[in-house]
């Protein structure tokens, strides 16, 4: 009875053992109010582009669990697995709905043109709760400029909250950044003097 036991269980236990994999991705980023951040009374246009280029699975997290399958006691390495231009494609989302509903216009006509690039995420459990981290690159179209962000955001609920909240405040960070704003602001027309006339 035992043999028959361990014939039945022992491919389950090799399965275990062998691991699990999971795609991570992002939760809904929740909105910013406009009693946080108000309309702009300047104009302002941009077009967002995910200058993330790296379209690869990297391993942000891996950890053992155990769990018994009776008689058996089993190990199992979960890894977790983030894809850095879809993280990209959902915080420009997030962004650009934000930059709307503030008035700034953003459309792939725009002359001004921000890349944008999320990478780094990775996230650790703790005594405290969940720790979540990223970088995140804003760059012009030739390079000449950019600007880095690297933020991490603790949450008593999962890794998932924790990089959800953390994309949340960094878009709260860009749209206070005067620098970035600047780069959206469209240049009023020149007046011309009048100097009256010609004597």
């Known amino acids: 009875m035992k043999k028959n ?3 039945v269980f022992l491919p389950t236990a090799v399965m275990l053992i062998s691991g699990c994999s999971h795609v991570f991705s992002p939760s809904k980023v929740a909105e910013i109010g ?17 200058g993330q280029t790296d379209n690869e699975r990297h391993l942000i997290k891996s950890y053992w669990n155990i769990v018994i399958v009776f008689p058996i006691i ?4 979960h890894k977790h697995y983030a894809n850095y231009k879809q993280w990209t494609d959902v915080f420009l989302v997030a962004y650009a709905e934000e ?7 953003v459309s792939a006509e725009s002359p001004a043109k921000i890349y944008v690039k999320v990478s780094d995420v990775w996230w650790e459990s703790g005594l ?3 720790e979540g981290r990223m970088k995140l690159t804003l760059s012009s179209e ?13 949450s008593k609920w999962s890794a998932n909250t924790a990089l959800a909240t ?3 405040n960094l878009i709260k960070d860009l749209l ?9 602001r469209i240049a009023a027309p020149t007046q011309g003097i009048d100097k009256g006339p010609s004597p």
Do not use: C
């Not at 089993?74 to 390495?77: A, D, E, H, Q, R």
């Not at 030739?142 to 603790?154: I, V």
């Open 5 to 7: 036991l361990y014939y």
């Open 34 to 50: 406009l009693d946080t951040v108000g309309v702009l009374e300047e104009k302002h246009s941009v077009q967002l582009i995910n």
């Open 74 to 77: 089993v190990p199992i390495k």
């Open 99 to 105: 930059l709307a509903k503030r008035g700034v216009e």
């Open 128 to 130: 405290w709760g969940v």
């Open 142 to 154: 030739d390079g000449s400029w950019s600007k880095e962000f690297q933020r991490s955001e603790l």
């Open 166 to 168: 953390l994309m949340h």
């Open 176 to 184: 206070h950044d005067s620098e970035i704003m600047d780069r959206m």
